[in-house]
């Protein structure tokens, strides 16, 4: 990230003198790349974390991987009536970056989508 006029710039090794393990940073320079939220797991309130060196968001997170314990439906949204993007099969992958309200968002990498499945439908993957 670019800093303002008034504050220092940030050194990417810069350490404590009591602590010797130097501080790994990255800096986002210039504008957040636009991604297609139909494949790149980012919205406006999140993004995974993956992502960090590309976008800017509010909120990261790391993904859990899921699998899917029966067949079901990957939306573009969260109400059943938004648009089908594909049907996940039981034993495809699941990366969730958010679980609420009964429902998961994240990606479908077999698919290369980013969508909701129902939560209910995914198992942990050990």
């Known amino acids: 990230m670019q800093n303002s006029d008034n504050s220092s710039p940030a050194t990417a090794s810069a350490a404590p003198a009591d602590n010797p393990h130097p501080r790994n940073r990255f800096a986002l320079t210039g504008r957040s790349a636009q991604l297609d939220p139909r494949h790149e797991p980012v919205r406006r309130d999140l993004a995974d974390v993956r992502l960090a060196d590309r976008v800017f968001a ?27 993007l594909a049907t996940l099969n039981a034993g495809d992958l699941f990366e969730a970056l958010e679980l609420s309200a009964g429902l998961a968002w994240g990606s479908a990498p077999a698919h290369g989508l980013v969508g909701y499945v129902a939560a209910s439908d995914l198992g942990r993957v050990a």
């Open 58 to 84: 509010p909120h990261y997170a790391a993904h859990l991987t899921h699998v899917a314990t029966r067949a079901t439906a990957l939306r573009a949204g969260r109400d059943a009536g938004t648009e089908l």
